[in-house]
């Protein structure tokens, strides 16, 4: 396999985030504070993100109006908190975003409706110099988001969400700050994850 390197980087030996995904690093506290200094107002925390999508996810009529396709996502913009960019997300029965990040942002996300599961990495990647790494044993994490719950995330987290069910569609609520800046997105064979393309915020708005 091609690599930036000439041996392929592995992922466990990159510092992990925080223990807890609800915390956020003092570099993406200044990142925050930034964008929220040239916006005029004060940078959302991952607790209030959190509180808004699950807020947001309780909206009936809302959630409601939201088309839906059999044969692939659907989104809403929203109005998130403190300038921050937000989600409302349909997801048809056997579909899911792939591996990605979301770059410098930090985030939360909340089942409206169905159920989603999210597959993670509990370690932070390179920011850049390579195209493929091996991943460590014991960094993979899954876990199962029932209608009306949901989770927070820091800075350059790695996951995947899917809608496992086969007849049932699945709503959720997003919302990051500072608004996405890019999205690198990934393939997986195994352990070994590679770099794919990243995109930029005129890709998915």
Do not use: C
């Amino acid at each position: 396999m091609s690599s930036a390197h000439s041996a392929v980087p592995t992922a466990g030996s990159v510092p992990s985030p925080s223990s807890t995904s609800s915390t956020v690093s003092s570099s993406a506290s200044s990142a925050s504070a930034a964008s929220a200094a040239s916006s005029g107002g004060a940078a959302p925390t991952i607790a209030e993100l959190l509180e808004f999508v699950r807020r947001t996810a309780r909206n009936e009529a809302l959630i409601a109006s939201l088309p839906l396709d059999p044969e692939g996502r659907t989104w809403i913009r929203l109005d998130g908190p403190g300038g921050s960019e937000a989600w409302l997300i349909g997801w048809p029965p056997g579909t899911g975003t792939g591996w990605h990040d979301h770059a410098d942002s930090i985030g939360a996300f909340t089942t409206a409706a169905g159920a989603l599961k999210e597959h993670s990495l509990a370690v932070r990647l390179p920011t850049d110099g390579w195209k493929t790494l091996e991943l460590t044993d014991g960094v993979d994490r899954s876990r199962e988001l029932a209608t009306g719950q949901g989770r927070a995330f820091g800075q350059n987290h790695v996951h995947e969400v899917l809608n496992e069910s086969e007849d049932v569609h699945a709503v959720s609520v997003h919302a990051y700050y500072p608004p996405l800046p890019r999205i690198r997105r990934f393939s997986r064979t195994g352990a070994v994850l590679r770099l794919e393309q990243t995109e930029s915020p005129g890709d998915w708005q």
